[in-house]
């Protein structure tokens, strides 16, 4: 089993900043793949960023591409989202994730919400104009 907890949302005006943290216990991590998908009212579940435990590959969704940074502490098992330059349409439920299976996270399963087994229970981010 795994758990996935989130925090560190709030409210920010655009052109503000806020870093999400994912603390992940229960399994090795090592081989897992980690997730932040993003939901806003109304809206499916998108992808956001992926990283791998094992090795130093990442992937961003186009609209986040140069302003959101994903990284990942190890000994921790923690996972970050680092959100710079944030835009009234980010506005959403953050939400962290892991997939027990090893995929390219430059694939297409990689954005996948069925890709991933576990999921947190959301961080909230709210960007005004």
């Known amino acids: 089993q795994v758990q996935l907890v989130e925090s560190g949302g709030g409210s920010v005006q655009a052109g503000g900043s806020l870093r999400l943290s994912c603390a992940a216990s229960?399994?090795?991590?090592?081989?897992?793949?980690m997730g932040w998908f993003r939901q806003a009212p109304g809206k499916e579940r998108e992808f956001v960023a992926r990283?791998?435990?094992?090795?130093?590959?990442?992937h961003y969704a186009d609209s986040v591409k140069g302003r959101f940074t994903m990284s990942r502490d190890n000994l921790k098992n923690m996972v970050y989202l680092q959100m710079n330059n944030l835009k009234p349409e980010d506005t959403a439920v953050y939400y962290c994730?892991?997939?027990?299976?090893?995929?390219?996270?430059?694939?297409?399963?990689?954005?996948?919400?069925?890709?991933?087994?576990?999921w947190g229970q959301g961080t909230q981010a709210t960007v005004s104009s």
């Open positions: 994730a892991a997939d027990t299976a090893f995929v390219d996270p430059n694939s297409k399963a990689a954005t996948m919400p069925v890709q991933y087994e576990y």
């Open positions: 990283l791998n435990w094992s090795i130093d590959n990442m």
């Open positions: 229960g399994r090795a991590f090592s081989a897992y793949g």
